[in-house]
């Protein structure tokens, strides 16, 4: 959510896209796997040593090593991706829409074996069917879901000031809004086109009879609800705004001191 309470909507992955990214990771890890071995088996028979003398401590660490700690260092390190998700443009999020960390990271990848590995995908592919945000185990477990980034996302229509309230927006006092209260009226505000008249009528006539007792005096007469609504929401916008320019002068004024040599001395 940005300062102005306007939420950053993605988009759930859909469940086939996660079905063929998962089917893509099977097969390069596969490989992986295959590649492993192989190159163990070599080396062993390099050094004189019986295979059947190593082959299960050597197949769990090998296993263990292409199966978990292979896929968590790779969705750690490119910061929720993997390549099957690179191909499909996806990318795994905490739930509030955070970037993942170790811990999400290890889980899914613990849940991996079992899910897709062993079952062949079966109860991965269930647990996404049951899911509403197409998760699978491992993102139940980690609170972490997977959001498509190439998903075409729906832009808000402008929220406009009624010339008739200029003046008096600039004059009133607005107390701090509750997060909630302002991103619903965001919200409102963006979908309000898409309502039939008497429910944005309604809706508009309900949120600004919430936010009433944060702002003095009343709007002058003439005004109607969602004008009211947009007056204030504009107002914060452009307090935020003004906050921004504030911080962006403080820091180049800041960097500006401490890249000055003493003395009025000067680099060439």
């Known amino acids: ?105 290890l889980l899914r990848a613990l849940l991996w ?35 498509s980034e190439r998903a075409a996302r729906p832009r808000p229509e402008g929220i406009a000031l009624h010339p008739h309230l200029y003046d008096w927006i600039q004059q009133a006092d607005l107390a701090p809004l509750p997060a909630g209260l302002q991103h619903r009226i965001v919200q409102f505000l963006a979908s309000a086109s898409q309502r039939t008249p ?11 009879e919430e936010l009433n007792p944060h702002v003095s005096p009343a709007p002058p007469p003439g005004t109607d609800a969602e004008m009211f609504l947009s007056a204030v929401i504009v107002r914060t916008r452009w307090e935020h705004l003004q906050q921004q320019e504030r911080a962006d002068r403080s820091s180049g004024a800041f960097r500006q001191r401490v890249g000055t040599l003493p003395h009025g001395l000067h680099l060439h």
């Open 198 to 208: 008497e429910s944005r009528t309604e809706r508009a006539i309900e949120l600004a």
């Open 1 to 105: 959510m940005t300062g102005e309470a306007v939420a950053l909507r993605v988009q759930p992955a859909h469940f086939a896209a996660r079905a063929l990214s998962a089917v893509i990771d099977t097969i390069v890890y596969s490989i992986v796997y295959t590649a492993v071995f192989a190159a163990a088996a070599w080396f062993v028979s390099r050094i004189g040593v019986e295979w059947t003398l190593l082959s299960t401590s050597a197949a769990i660490v090998l296993t263990v090593l292409t199966t978990v700690a292979v896929p968590c260092t790779v969705e750690l390190l490119l910061r929720g991706r993997s390549l099957g998700k690179l191909a499909l443009g996806l990318r795994i999020v905490r739930d509030d829409g955070g970037a993942i960390g170790f811990r999400h990271a």
């Open 113 to 147: 074996q079992f899910e897709v590995l062993t079952t062949g995908g079966a109860v991965a592919a269930l647990a996404g069917l049951l899911s509403a945000r197409s998760k699978r185990l491992g993102d139940m477990l980690a609170g972490t879901t997977a959001v």
